[in-house]
């Protein structure tokens, strides 16, 4: 029956305002009103289905990208969006594109970059998308190690060009979307030569394409790199392969607001402050941890929907359970859910964070920079990871149909996961991380006060030596309590690595030695962060019936079900004892049952469009069985009752006709 | 160039005879040698090349699959393979097919469950594949819980037939492999009705499809359902939807080994004992427990021999840095190559735990079975469970190239998942072995003795009080030390969760809310009996240099990761020390500087082909970046230089053409 909500029941059980609880997840009325607007606008729109991807061959499914980026563009300029409602309706679109790279990579790399000439140049090509632009930094043969890369940029003094050049195989750009079919230009990270000396990596702007019939340019090789992960997903994209040989660029397309090379081909540094870089890295994985919060809240809106339709054993008025009703689904699904707003509000905090620094920066203050930096590549490591694996749980949460490509699951997941790899592998940026911690140890002693995010180690005296005071369950609702725990076990793994460091006569040896602990060590201080914001945020003035008590109880399964995951971490250092360590499970298990008759409400707030969601199994209604049973039928397997084959590979066998037959 | 090793110092390296531990990974000798030359043969036949998979069309990836095993089948009959024999081939020829399911569940559900008559009819069909079959058991709104099923086979006793009928939507049978395009037949499960009386589930052999042209019998409607998770992968295979509209069969086409419906329509139990099923439960998941150590193997063996190629950062001769020498590198991925020893072997032990079982009840002696099921459900969870995540690790371990689908791992993720869901959810299997674990320990007063797997509990004063007595890193090498630790640990585990569920009035009640804990324990359990198994594989004579000594170390990183990674248990049971915990990290870091010279052999000895392995990075020679530059313009994306779609949706807006353009 069209029309009829099969969730009302699970929907009128809720103790909060949805309707607040939605502005609280968008940020703002505002935010909400332009997302939902823009997301019906999209979702109402035929040229933006999605549900036919993962029947679409390769060609015809990267064709279909096409036109759904030129069709947005359109519809961007018909109805004469705002820069925000443009971003929006590309996000609502949900399909990697290499526009994602045009405006998400190479227009910042221009504007970051680019001298303010080379800015007024290119930039309002690239806005009218006269030209259409990637980003080609990672090499064939290198990734992490940028400082690695082997193309050449060398400057030609006779002609006062440039000659980019890739010398080696391992060194084709690999990768870039956007790049293997459809950018025209590209920045070229390329190691800068001038007479003979190495200069390291710098980014060129450079012209791949002919803007006339888009064939490349000569000297240029590019073409696509061919299949990724699952079906649709990132097959919609044209990541890249590109070599040179020997092409030649004027001088004044290399990006040269923070050094140049002069006329005379001499290298010289502006004065800009070369920190610059690291606030567009700021800006880059602040965006990270907001869309970690968006693909783990996806997967967990599908997830609890379909576990209140799906039931299995045990009897509830002659029906059986639902499964959300199992304990053991809860302790799987609650803290997902919980770990998404917990994400949410990390990545807000991101966003002041990084207008701090840029106020900072602009002021020449650049003290907060090396914190700011730990800070947000541990975030991204730790949320990307985070959600990646718990968008497959969610998928197992789900049972075999979890597996169907309609569950959305399976693309959600095979878009996601490389956000644990770009950007920064998240091991090494996690090392990066226990780099700091260990410098911030050292410097303890000598007084220097730690800033930021590592305020705490201020007081490392204290939290080495402090005792947790739990001794009933309901004490772990405490915010100091939870605080003081997650800031002792930091600070004690941080100095115990620092301390086993110190055994070491050469610290590189011992950091090489020691890294997986110190890996461990990173996780313990980016999590303490995400609880600490997660708790910050609780001390807002936050309005709606009912929807700060949703967000307190939702604040203490994060807390308590990391307390339950890591607790070797917690015991090996003495923060908390056993008993203490089961009182928080007694507490996490409470908390389950606060979650429960609020989840699917929980999910609502999302405020996802069924479009969007892209799931037979989350559709909002949770007519769940009879659309899946539709949807089995579209595929092109079925276009005849009888498959294409039998003739040739199936009647042979069943009629003993193998050895005559032509196979 | 051709015939280079690449690998070859890293193969140079090694500290044991690799002939010598391929027949141990294989299981002996004779089983390698048919190993190796099945799998050779089918690497050189071009009809089974599997490269392309990933950008064929859903219709042709399906045709293509028929086209294998009709040439499988046909080169069986030529070759006159044995059963071994031909077993070997189709799994050589690694792709998801119908003839899975006809193997592997059709003919032994008819072996296991018909009667002696039954089997003279339907299996010789079977076997000369004069009829193809398949197990279409769950339904599209009932998986785990068999008994929920939905269909109903009502017994006519006027026409001495039954009537096979799906009264609801969500009876539709859903899921079975080869039932949406091939079979001919399906072994069904449904709800047997005589009388108006209840029987609940038995199994039915129906003819679903004609064997004169294919179309379905009249009153069935079938079909396939549509993409599942991945490219490739199971979309190979026609998992299909199946309602029946009252099909008749005749009486006989019951499978009546254990009861019987008479002309009469009474119900009766034969003299076979119902405990036989159980027998076949125990075979299948063996054989799911050996499968993951050949997935894990694969996905280590891909990771492995590529952080050998693959270098970032550092600097050896001038060269970065192989990956493999990194320790966060190492302490990830030489786990996981421990594991896939540690499967095999507890894989082996399972095969004779099979053999045992069904002896005995050959001998109608049903004492072993309660513990030898809950075993092999036990088993079969954690193995599978650590292979899924396992291979996703391997993927993540390869950097941003593990997400191309030449890797290898996206598909190899992608085909392996569904194990974790299949044949008992392993959450649901974990459940059960926690119930057992629970009767068990309350069976402990009575003064009955645990047998098989759980003896050790008759041990339980004991090992409640025990000290562990490790001082030195190297106290963790003694196989005692281990073993009482994770002897420790389950017992206490199990005892706690008995305790707490005493304090339940209502047992199921505690049950319920206690479920989370309760499946920690069953996985404490279960990997102790993985330990112990690897432990005895160590007190049997091994041949071949150096292999027993490489086998004890990957024994102790086994053991010292699971004691890292579930610290927690350890230390909140009291079964261990802090300063214990550490010296066993401290071990593990030992072990793997170890492992590393040996890294590369230990997964040449699972002496997988370059076919069967299906992935670049994993290529036996070692020559990566060459053959994944050339493998990139192969996808049909690059067919032409400018992309279809240029002139409609690239063009327009180059040129600023949009609003003019038709899109």
Same mark, same amino acid.
Request: aromatic share 8%; proline share 4%.
């Given at each position: 029956?069209?029309?009829?909500?099969?969730?009302?029941?699970?929907?009128?059980?809720?103790?909060?305002?949805?309707?607040?609880?939605?502005?609280?997840?968008?940020?703002?009325?505002?935010?909400?009103?332009?997302? &939902?607007?823009?997301?019906?606008?999209?979702?109402?729109?035929?040229?933006?289905?999605?549900?036919?991807?993962?029947?679409?061959?390769?060609?015809?499914?990267?064709?279909?990208?096409?036109?759904?980026?030129?069709?947005?563009?359109?519809?961007?300029?018909?109805?004469?969006?705002?820069?925000?409602?443009?971003?929006?309706?590309?996000?609502? *679109? &949900?399909?990697?594109?290499?526009?994602?790279?045009?405006?998400?990579?190479?227009?910042?790399?221009?504007?970051?970059?680019?001298?303010?000439?080379?800015?007024?140049?290119?930039?309002?090509?690239?806005?009218?998308?006269?030209?259409?632009?990637?980003?080609?930094?990672?090499?064939?043969?290198?990734?992490?190690?940028?400082?690695?890369?082997?193309?050449?940029?060398?400057?030609?003094?006779?002609?006062?060009?440039?000659?980019?050049?890739?010398?080696?195989?391992?060194?084709?750009?690999?990768?870039?979307?956007?790049?293997?079919?459809?950018?025209?230009?590209?920045?070229?990270?390329?190691?800068?030569?001038?007479?003979?000396?190495?200069?390291?990596?710098?980014?060129?702007? *450079?012209?791949?394409?002919?803007?006339?019939?888009?064939?490349?340019?000569?000297?240029?090789?590019?073409?696509?790199?061919?299949?990724?992960?699952?079906?649709?997903?990132?097959?919609?994209?044209?990541?890249? *392969?590109?070599?040179?040989?020997?092409?030649?660029?004027?001088?004044?397309?290399?990006?040269?607001?923070?050094?140049?090379?002069?006329?005379?081909?001499?290298?010289?540094?502006?004065?800009?402050?070369?920190?610059?870089?690291?606030?567009?890295?700021?800006? *880059?994985?602040?965006?990270?941890?907001?869309?970690?919060?968006?693909?783990?809240?996806?997967?967990?809106?599908?997830?609890?929907?379909?576990?209140?339709?799906?039931?299995?054993?045990?009897?509830?008025?002659?029906?059986?359970?639902?499964?959300?009703?199992?304990?053991?689904?809860?302790?799987?699904?609650?803290?997902?859910?919980?770990?998404?707003?917990?994400?949410?509000?990390?990545?807000?905090?991101?966003?002041?964070?990084?207008?701090?620094?840029?106020?900072?920066?602009?002021?020449?203050?650049?003290?907060?920079?090396?914190?700011?930096?730990?800070?947000?590549?541990?975030?991204?490591?730790?949320?990307?990871?985070?959600?990646?694996?718990?968008?497959?749980?969610?998928?197992?949460?789900?049972?075999?149909?979890?597996?169907?490509?309609?569950?959305?699951?399976?693309?959600?997941?095979?878009?996601?996961?490389?956000?644990?790899?770009?950007?920064?592998?998240?091991?090494?940026?996690?090392?990066?991380?226990?780099?700091?911690?260990?410098?911030?140890?050292?410097?303890?002693?000598?007084?220097?006060?730690?800033?930021?995010?590592?305020?705490?180690?201020?007081?490392?005296?204290?939290?080495?030596?402090?005792?947790?005071?739990?001794?009933?369950?309901?004490?772990?609702?405490?915010?100091?309590?939870?605080?003081?725990?997650?800031?002792?076990?930091?600070?004690?793994?941080?100095?115990?690595?620092?301390?086993?460091?110190?055994?070491?006569?050469?610290?590189?040896?011992?950091?090489?030695?020691?890294?997986?602990?110190?890996?461990?060590?990173?996780?313990?201080?980016?999590?303490?962060?995400?609880?600490?914001?997660?708790?910050?945020?609780?001390?807002?003035?936050?309005?709606?019936?009912?929807?700060?008590?949703?967000?307190?109880?939702?604040?203490?399964?994060?807390?308590?079900?990391?307390?339950?995951?890591?607790?070797?971490?917690?015991?090996?250092?003495?923060?908390?004892?056993?008993?203490?360590?089961?009182?928080?499970?007694?507490?996490?298990?409470?908390?389950?049952?606060?979650?429960?008759?609020?989840?699917?409400?929980?999910?609502?707030?999302?405020?996802?469009?069924?479009?969007?969601?892209?799931?037979?199994?989350?559709?909002?209604?949770?007519?769940?069985?009879?659309?899946?049973?539709?949807?089995?039928?579209?595929?092109?397997?079925?276009?005849?009752?009888?498959? &294409?084959?039998?003739?040739?590979?199936?009647?042979?066998?069943?009629?003993?006709?193998?050895?005559?037959?032509?196979?």
């Amino acid at each position: 029956m069209e029309g009829v909500d099969y969730h009302a029941d699970e929907r009128s059980k809720a103790e909060f305002d949805v309707e607040a609880m939605k502005i609280v997840w968008a940020g703002s009325r505002h935010v909400l009103e332009v997302s &939902d607007r823009i997301a019906r606008l999209v979702a109402s729109d035929p040229v933006f289905r999605k549900d036919n991807r993962a029947i679409l061959s390769r060609k015809e499914l990267f064709k279909n990208t096409l036109k759904k980026a030129a069709h947005a563009w359109k519809r961007i300029i018909e109805l004469r969006l705002s820069e925000e409602e443009a971003s929006k309706l590309r996000n609502s *679109v &949900d399909e990697p594109a290499y526009t994602d790279l045009h405006w998400g990579m190479f227009v910042p790399a221009i504007k970051g970059q680019g001298t303010e000439e080379q800015q007024q140049k290119w930039l309002p090509l690239a806005y009218r998308m006269q030209i259409i632009g990637c980003y080609a930094q990672t090499e064939l043969g290198h990734g992490s190690n940028v400082q690695g890369l082997e193309t050449t940029a060398t400057f030609d003094p006779q002609t006062d060009e440039f000659v980019i050049h890739s010398p080696t195989l391992t060194s084709s750009k690999w990768w870039p979307g956007g790049l293997g079919k459809v950018s025209t230009h590209a920045v070229v990270y390329a190691r800068l030569i001038t007479d003979g000396e190495d200069h390291g990596i710098h980014g060129f702007i *450079v012209q791949l394409r002919s803007l006339d019939d888009h064939s490349p340019l000569p000297g240029i090789t590019v073409g696509d790199i061919g299949m990724k992960f699952g079906s649709g997903a990132y097959n919609t994209m044209d990541n890249g *392969v590109l070599r040179f040989d020997q092409v030649r660029i004027p001088r004044n397309q290399m990006l040269m607001r923070v050094s140049q090379v002069t006329r005379e081909g001499k290298y010289v540094q502006s004065n800009v402050p070369r920190q610059l870089i690291y606030g567009t890295m700021v800006y *880059v994985r602040q965006t990270i941890v907001a869309d970690a919060s968006t693909a783990l809240s996806r997967a967990v809106c599908i997830a609890t929907r379909y576990s209140c339709v799906r039931r299995q054993f045990g009897s509830q008025n002659g029906l059986e359970t639902q499964v959300i009703d199992y304990k053991t689904q809860q302790s799987r699904l609650f803290p997902l859910l919980a770990s998404a707003y917990a994400f949410r509000f990390v990545g807000e905090w991101l966003k002041w964070l990084y207008t701090d620094v840029t106020q900072r920066l602009q002021a020449n203050d650049f003290s907060t920079l090396p914190e700011a930096h730990a800070c947000t590549a541990g975030l991204k490591s730790i949320t990307t990871t985070a959600t990646a694996d718990g968008i497959e749980e969610c998928r197992k949460l789900c049972g075999g149909h979890g597996y169907l490509h309609c569950s959305g699951l399976p693309e959600l997941f095979a878009v996601y996961i490389p956000a644990c790899t770009y950007e920064g592998d998240n091991i090494v940026l996690l090392l990066q991380v226990a780099r700091f911690l260990v410098k911030t140890v050292s410097q303890l002693p000598s007084g220097k006060k730690p800033v930021g995010t590592t305020a705490y180690m201020g007081r490392a005296e204290h939290l080495l030596q402090c005792r947790c005071d739990v001794q009933r369950a309901e004490d772990w609702l405490k915010p100091n309590v939870i605080l003081e725990a997650f800031e002792a076990r930091a600070t004690r793994m941080s100095v115990a690595c620092a301390k086993n460091l110190s055994k070491f006569s050469n610290p590189e040896d011992g950091f090489a030695e020691l890294s997986a602990d110190l890996v461990e060590a990173a996780v313990a201080h980016c999590q303490l962060i995400v609880v600490s914001k997660f708790i910050e945020k609780l001390q807002q003035d936050i309005p709606g019936k009912g929807v700060k008590r949703q967000l307190e109880i939702l604040c203490g399964v994060y807390t308590l079900h990391l307390i339950h995951k890591h607790l070797g971490d917690f015991l090996s250092t003495g923060c908390i004892t056993p008993k203490q360590g089961s009182l928080a499970n007694e507490q996490l298990r409470s908390l389950y049952a606060q979650v429960r008759p609020n989840a699917i409400t929980l999910v609502d707030a999302f405020n996802y469009t069924d479009h969007y969601l892209g799931s037979i199994l989350g559709c909002y209604d949770g007519n769940v069985y009879p659309k899946l049973y539709d949807e089995a039928w579209k595929d092109p397997l079925n276009d005849t009752v009888v498959p &294409d084959g039998y003739h040739e590979y199936i009647r042979p066998l069943l009629k003993q006709q193998l050895r005559t037959a032509r196979l």
